[in-house]
C-alpha cells in the first residue's frame, strides 16, 4: 500500500473532526481520482506513490487553469476556490524547482545530450523528463529548454 495514499487518507479524516471544508472536498477529490486509476485498465491494482504524485499533479494543474479561466471571466469567489484547492494538493508534491535550479539542469541536459538548436529540442526533453517529473511544470519546462536552445 502506498504511503502517500495512506497520509491523505489520514488528513482526510483529521479534516473531517475539524470541518475544514476545502480540505475535505479536495482530499475526496483526489482519493477519487487515485481510485479511478486505479480501476482503470483491464484489471485493478495499486498505484506506487511516484505514480500518485503524477495523478496529484494532474489534478493540481486542472486546478490552476480552471482558477485562471475563472479569474478571466471575472469569477473571482470559484477562481479563489480553485487556487486554494490548488494549494492543498501542493502540500502532498515534490517542492517545484526554482528558475535557477531548472534552467541548471535544462544546461545539463543539453550538454549531455549534445544537442543544438531547434531540432534537438526533442533530446533534451527525453532526458530533462524523468528528472523533473512532479518538481516542474512541462509547459515551463519546455520553454526553458526552448530559451536554452534558441
Known amino acids: ?41 483491464t484489471s485493478a491494482r495499486d498505484l506506487s ?10 489534478e493540481a494543474k486542472k486546478r490552476r487553469e480552471a482558477a485562471e479561466a475563472f479569474g478571466a471571466a471575472g469569477r473571482d469567489e470559484q477562481a479563489a476556490a480553485e487556487r486554494a ?31 543544438t538548436g531547434m531540432k534537438g529540442m526533442g533530446q533534451v526533453m527525453k532526458v530533462l523528463t524523468p528528472q523533473v517529473a512532479g518538481q516542474a511544470d512541462g509547459a515551463r519546462v519546455a520553454a526553458e529548454v526552448r530559451r536554452q536552445l534558441g
Open 85 to 115: 484547492e490548488g494549494d492543498v494538493l501542493a502540500d502532498y508534491l515534490p517542492a517545484q524547482l526554482g528558475d535557477d535550479e531548472l534552467a541548471a539542469l535544462v544546461s545539463a541536459a543539453i550538454a549531455e545530450t549534445g544537442a
Open 49 to 58: 506513490d511516484e505514480e500518485i504524485v503524477k495523478v496529484l499533479t494532474r
Open 1 to 41: 500500500m502506498a504511503e502517500l495514499k495512506d497520509r491523505l487518507r489520514a488528513d482526510l479524516n483529521t479534516a473531517m473532526r475539524a470541518r475544514d471544508q476545502v480540505r475535505m472536498r479536495t482530499l475526496r477529490m483526489a482519493l477519487t481520482s487515485i481510485t479511478t486509476e486505479e480501476v482503470a485498465g
